[in-house]
């Protein structure tokens, strides 16, 4: 017959509660009231991974309602998942507050309890926030290099087949992490003699290997139909180089996952687990980035100028305003500033051509999707049966001009309607 288990007395439970979450090494003493941190480190990390993501998304949402005048569904998507990172920010910011960062042994038992609570909710939004990003950009490749279904059915196949799949994954993901415990007090009160648990062991590996797999499958997607334009080599390597910066979003998934699978089996939880969360704040900003990363030049076209010519008028101004003698009119004042703003006019416009690479809105009206640096269906349509037209597609792609353009100036009254 089994013997009958003994529950502890309030009185035991308060007392361990009070106590250091984890015994501490061999001549070491807890220390709850200032123990070591790594404070100094996650409180800069933390505000500019928002700062940036905060940054590329407003960006973004200039472009898209004030320049472009356009908004899609992966538009909408983002902002979503810029909303959910700045929610996960306050369980971030309780996780080290309540000991993220600390040695367990400094850690009061009661807190570490608290901390594991937030640790789930970081996870629950984590999987959400990533799917958001993920779907968000192939959609975006779908509206960049698949316009016509038909032109292109292996690769809207594919980007279909690998947002349906992400969707999957994440949802079942959230959904272990939700109901990772029953009852689920018990994923943050370890000492509930009732209920089970997932093995979270092999939940992690899964998410982490998934991660990294979808993630070099989104780095991969649009190489192939870059290389196949026809456009010069020079242009065509930018131009891979841009997408391909989801590079580091694919490094920092890698090391997310490997600082995850060393904290599983630490016994130094909260101490380690800051690694692999600065790691996630990364994984997730770097992911915001490169999502809004084709409508950023298209922003900077658009902001630079102005930006420039208020810089240099003011330099210009402070170098060479006129010293007036006694009696001199304002005549003189205006033509001297009439002779400076023409002297910077004629420089900026012979500097200014390079812009014009990632200029989206200088095709003519409805033959552009004035959404990314992109070519449009009749283009595409054309170029499949005339070669000439094949280089007037990747022409478009970057957004450089084509004579019909200049010789109707199509160009300036573009610029007129864009000032």
């Known amino acids: 017959m089994a013997a009958p288990s003994i529950s502890p007395a309030p009185e035991q439970i308060q007392v361990l509660l009070n106590g250091p979450a984890a015994p501490p090494p061999a001549g070491v003493s807890p220390n709850f009231d200032n123990p070591a941190n790594l404070h100094s480190v996650i409180i800069p990390i933390l505000s500019l991974c928002l700062l940036l993501a905060t940054l590329a998304v407003l960006a973004r949402a200039y472009t898209k309602l004030l320049i472009m005048r356009s908004i899609a569904y992966e538009d909408y998507l983002i902002v979503v998942a810029w909303v959910g990172l700045l929610g996960f920010t306050a369980p971030s910011v309780c996780d080290f507050t309540l000991g993220e960062g600390i040695h367990m042994w400094d850690i009061k038992l009661k807190d570490f309890f608290i901390l594991l609570y937030w640790f789930n909710v970081t996870a629950i939004l984590y999987g959400v926030i990533v799917c ?38 994440y ?11 029953s009852p689920r007090e018990k994923i943050w009160n370890p000492l509930m003699t009732t209920g089970r648990c997932f093995d979270t062991t092999i939940l992690y590996q899964a998410s982490g ?33 841009i997408f391909a910066t989801g590079l580091f979003a694919c490094l920092t998934s890698i090391l997310r996952t490997y600082y995850t699978s060393k904290i599983v089996s630490s016994p130094d939880i909260t101490y380690n687990v800051i690694i692999m969360g600065l790691w996630t704040w990364a994984e997730i900003t770097t992911g915001i ?14 902001v630079g100028p102005k930006v420039s010519q208020t810089l240099l008028s003011s330099k210009s101004s402070l170098e060479t305003k006129p010293v007036l003698k006694p009696g001199a009119t304002d005549t ?3 033509i001297e500033i009439s002779v400076l703003g023409n002297r910077w006019s004629n420089e900026y416009n012979s500097e200014n051509t390079s812009l014009e690479i990632w200029n989206g809105s200088k095709s003519p009206p409805g033959h552009q999707r004035r959404d990314y640096i992109v ?10 049966n005339d070669p000439i037209d094949q280089l007037h597609q990747a022409l478009a792609l970057i957004g450089a001009p084509r004579r019909g353009d200049l010789e109707t100036g199509h160009y300036a009254a573009q610029d007129r309607e864009g000032q």
């Not at 449009?376 to 499949?384: G, K, L, P, T, V």
């Open 171 to 181: 949802s079942i993901g959230t959904g272990f992490d939700i109901f990772l415990c």
């Open 332 to 334: 003189k004042k205006q």
């Open 209 to 241: 290997l998934f991660n990294i797999i979808s993630d070099f499958l989104i780095l991969l997607l649009p190489m192939a139909p870059i290389w196949k334009l026809k456009m010069p080599l020079k242009k065509k390597i930018l131009m891979i180089a």
């Open 289 to 302: 980035i490169v999502s809004c990363l084709p409508v950023i030049p298209r922003f900077f076209q658009h």
């Open 132 to 169: 958001l990003i993920k779907v968000s950009i192939l959609l975006q490749f779908l509206r960049i290099f698949v316009p016509i279904r038909k032109e292109n059915m292996l690769l809207f196949v594919a980007i279909h087949f690998l947002i349906w799949t992400i969707v999957l994954f």
């Open 375 to 384: 070519l449009d269906e009749h283009d595409i349509a054309r170029s499949q």
